[in-house]
């Protein structure tokens, strides 16, 4: 029998304050973390899947005891950690290398203090990245990045979120290319090498949109099409990932927390867009997902992806 295609699936383990603080809400700044409720929750229904994935950590997150408790269980249930920047700033591509350097290296000791394991991958927060992003991680020795988001709707998604927002003028300003430009759409969707210059090599992970089409269907996408019609979600999700096998696409899949718990759980998120939906619909979907997705792929971790991919591409 013929192998089946390769599948990772990673979460962006973004805590309370960070949706506070992209919402533009007062009282981010004393970074209230929900991980006492959602981490708990979130790694019994992956045992129960019996599936590993990848959670890209923020740095400032593992920096409490509190919460140091919590990510401590990520790496003791077998799960790989990322790094998912120090501060989560949606702007690092308007960084200079020292600053970017920085949060990274602020970041990766954190995380390794927090979790036992370094970081050998990272992805930016609100999909940024730059050419001098790369180059530190190629010089901290990372395996991957898994920062970009080809598809043709950032600009649009920046809209609605500005719209939903109660950011100033400045503060919007300096989220311009939050959810990245147009031309983002024109990147590669398949795993590739990146060469940021300085004859440096990196590869990079796209987040998987659908192939030819260049639509999103992570997570929070079918979520939202799930409460239009659970049937609707479906045949989007179905066609997205023949796409993928026919394009011979491995799927990166993109999971959020506010994905998988609902405001019955989270109460200070309950006012959030999609916090409606309670914990058990959400997860049903889930489910509904990743089993699809077991179905037709094999699913393992972006450290082992990444070592099979440079393994086969050893020459390019
Ligand atoms: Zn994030």
């Avoid at 192998?3 to 533009?24: C, E, F, R, V």
């Avoid at 079918?222 to 479906?234: D, G, Q, R, T, V």
Wanted: net charge neutral; hydrophobic share 40%; glycine share 6%.
């Amino acid at each position: 029998m013929k192998n089946k295609p390769l599948a990772t699936i990673s979460l962006d383990l973004d805590n309370q304050w960070s949706y506070m603080k992209i919402h533009g809400d007062e009282g981010w700044d004393r970074y209230p973390s929900y991980f006492d409720i959602f981490i708990p929750h979130v790694l019994d229904i992956l045992d129960e899947l019996n599936l590993k994935i990848t959670f890209f950590i923020v740095g400032r997150d593992a920096e409490s005891e509190d919460n140091r408790k919590y990510l401590r269980m990520i790496t003791d249930r077998g799960h790989e950690v990322g790094n998912h920047s120090y501060n989560h700033e949606s702007w690092l591509q308007s960084y200079s290398y020292e600053e970017i350097e920085k949060e990274i290296i602020a970041a990766e000791e954190v995380i390794l203090k927090a979790t036992g394991k370094i970081p050998r991958g990272f992805r930016g927060p609100g999909f940024s990245w730059s050419n001098d992003m790369l180059k530190v991680l190629e010089s901290r020795g990372y395996l991957f990045d898994a920062s970009t988001l080809p598809m043709y709707l950032g600009p649009l998604a920046r809209r609605y979120y500005f719209m939903k927002s109660d950011l100033s003028k400045d503060e919007k300003k300096a989220r311009k290319e939050l959810f990245g430009k147009f031309s983002e759409g024109f990147r590669k969707l398949k795993p590739y090498f990146f060469y940021p210059g300085d004859g440096r090599k990196i590869l990079e992970i796209p987040v998987t949109t659908m192939p030819l089409l260049k639509l999103p269907f992570h997570l929070s996408y079918l979520i939202y099409i799930n409460n239009i019609s659970a049937l609707l979600m479906k045949s989007y999700l179905g066609i997205a990932l023949s796409l993928c096998r026919i394009t011979r696409t491995p799927v990166s899949f993109l999971l959020h927390p506010l994905d998988i718990i609902g405001g019955d759980q989270i109460k200070q998120l309950a006012f959030f867009p999609g916090m409606n939906v309670s914990s058990d619909a959400k997860v049903r979907v889930f489910r509904y997902v990743i089993m699809s997705l077991m179905k037709h792929f094999e699913i393992i971790s972006m450290e082992n992806y990444s070592k099979i991919y440079q393994n086969e591409n050893i020459d390019s």
